[in-house]
């Protein structure tokens, strides 16, 4: 298993960098570009998102990198050594600020604002609420995708496992 750390950390590296990619756009760009639309239309694209989304490239990205990390984390820790530990570090940073506030925050909001009835005053209200709350979790998953794609780099340039 050791010869396969090095190839493991590099996959987690590509993994977590599209991750912080994709959050960090919906953090510049387009959730201020939602925010501009009418709380109806906004609503519909971020439902029409989140229903695309839901397809292999990014099921590949998101639960790939939860995987990578998940064995890196276990792995990193019972291995020891500057790069294994750092790998570690990697793999708890992305499985809680990436998969556990998706889980715990972004989805959930996801799932009412789908659930909110079009046009509706109730969605509008949520609508206003969500691109604030959900905007904010989305910073973390941005922050914390990097955080990942930094401690992997460093795990990879320690040439992982060192024991």
């Not at 509706?120 to 922050?143: C, D, F, I, K």
Request: charged share 5%; with cysteine; net charge neutral.
């Amino acid at each position: 298993m050791a010869s396969a750390f090095p190839i493991l950390t590099f996959l987690s590296i590509l993994a977590a960098a599209l991750n912080a990619g994709l959050f960090f756009i919906f953090s510049v760009c387009i959730m201020a570009a939602f925010a501009r639309l009418s709380p109806a239309e906004g609503a519909a694209a971020m439902n029409a998102i989140n229903a695309v989304i839901q397809n292999p490239w990014f099921f590949s990205a998101f639960f790939g990198g939860a995987l990578l990390s998940l064995v890196l984390a276990v792995l990193g820790f019972l291995q020891g050594g500057a790069g294994g530990l750092l790998a570690a570090a990697g793999g708890v940073v992305f499985l809680v600020a990436v998969i556990g506030v998706t889980v715990v925050f972004n989805v959930p909001l996801n799932d009412a604002l789908a659930a909110a009835p079009a046009g509706s005053p109730e969605q509008a209200a949520l609508w206003q609420r969500y691109l604030g709350v959900w905007t904010m979790w989305n910073h973390v998953r941005t922050v914390g995708s990097l955080a990942a794609v930094g401690f992997f780099a460093l795990a990879f340039r320690q040439g992982v496992p060192l024991g």
